[in-house]
């Protein structure tokens, strides 16, 4: 049996972040992963220089040999509309390709790595988890994204049966060839942004040097295979993106943390980013409140602003305040974390079809560049108002 303080399970920006935090102050982490990194990932993906501070990641180091596409600008309207273009004078985000930005995370993070394993087997026993048979530990943490067998495995425990209202989104990235790079007119630091009419999701465009992502995301997933053909077809025929292969639209689904139900924590476990219902219910971005979560978890298995001394030595997984470590009581301060930082929980719902009124509304506002600039970007997307965690 192979034992360790924490065992997470995911490999992801949320796994990987919660990794490091709990590694660099001396406990003894796994984190299993089913697939082998890197591994390609389905994400329009970006950071903001927040993401960069709460990482620790510098910037020159990171970008050799891997994409970092600075954005200092973007291009905002209503489907089949008149689109804005908003400038800064000097990068608010950088645009990442998520198969490179995970494995650079998961491998600085200094936890052991059991990757190619899936979790098969999970049992809950008095002095903790035993996973797979194989691997032991007095605290579990789940980061397998929206469909993390951990969480399921929580949310049957505590009878969480309800529906869960989730986006549902389809995109492709794929490498452009010489003559569409001379035939894109979507600029590399200027990403696109169109919302829907029904106000129920946006697409986006967004060229990330060699690299063009599209895709398309909404809170009402019916028919979305046609509004995402629908986007894409619109987009060549207004001459923004260029004609040719595009490969494979695939799809996934997450919650926004605002409508999300499901239940974030239970003895000795906790979820973090889409296992938990994470993401920003303005912009539907992951990518930061995942890593957030990850590094307030951390914080919470670590006792952090407990008053209480921090860390443990390896082999000592039974904790420094003994039996009950981490009992539920105890981790019901990281629910407290995740709603002091990103509002209230489960008391939002999915946003009843808009009337003609506030369809005439968006569109009025989404032609102010005040309003764009100032709300739909600043305050939605790049959360410019938003120190990072430390």
């Not at 040719?244 to 799809?251: D, E, L, S, V």
Request: glycine fraction near 12%; charged fraction near 30%.
């Amino acid at each position: 049996m192979e034992r360790c303080d924490v065992l997470i399970v995911g490999g992801g920006p949320a796994g990987s972040s919660c990794a490091r935090r709990l590694a660099s102050a001396g406990l003894d982490v796994v984190v299993l992963d089913k697939a082998v990194f890197p591994r390609d990932k389905v994400c329009a993906g970006w950071i903001t220089p927040a993401v960069l501070d709460e990482l620790e990641l510098d910037a020159a180091d990171y970008a050799q040999g891997r994409v970092l596409q600075p954005i200092s600008a973007f291009r905002v309207g209503l489907e089949s509309g008149p689109a804005l273009e908003i400038e800064y004078p000097q990068p608010v985000s950088y645009g990442i390709r998520r198969c490179e930005f995970d494995h650079y995370l998961l491998a600085r993070c200094g936890a052991r790595l059991r990757l190619g394993e899936a979790l098969e087997s999970l049992v809950r026993e008095a002095d903790g988890w035993v996973v797979n048979e194989r691997y032991r530990a007095p605290m579990l943490i789940g980061a397998g994204g929206h469909f993390c067998p951990v969480a399921q495995w929580l949310q049957q425990t505590v009878g969480q049966r309800a529906e869960e209202p989730r986006v549902a989104a389809q995109e492709a990235e794929f490498l452009l060839d010489e003559r569409q790079r001379a035939e894109c007119r979507v600029e590399a630091h200027r990403p696109e942004l169109y919302f829907c009419r029904d106000l129920a999701g946006y697409g986006w465009c967004f060229r990330k040097g060699d690299y063009l992502n599209v895709g398309l995301g909404r809170e009402d997933a019916r028919r979305l295979p046609e509004h995402v053909a629908a986007f894409h077809q619109r987009l060549r025929s207004e001459g923004r993106i260029p004609a040719g292969p595009t490969g494979r639209f695939r799809g996934h689904a997450y919650l926004l943390f605002a409508h999300a139900r499901r239940e974030v924590l239970g003895d000795g476990v906790l979820l973090v980013g889409d296992a938990a219902g994470i993401a920003y219910a303005e912009s539907g971005e992951g990518i930061r409140p995942a890593i957030e979560s990850g590094l307030l978890a951390g914080d919470v298995v670590l006792g952090r602003g407990e008053g209480r001394p921090e860390g443990l030595a390896r082999g000592g997984a039974a904790g420094f305040d003994g039996r009950g470590r981490y009992r539920r009581e105890r981790l019901e301060r990281y629910r407290v974390l995740l709603e002091r930082r990103f509002g209230p929980r489960g008391r939002g719902a999915a946003r009843p079809g808009p009337s003609r009124f506030r369809r005439a509304m968006a569109a009025w506002l989404l032609a102010r560049r005040w309003f764009v600039r100032n709300v739909v970007l600043d305050r939605w997307f790049l959360r410019a108002g938003v120190a990072p965690l430390r």
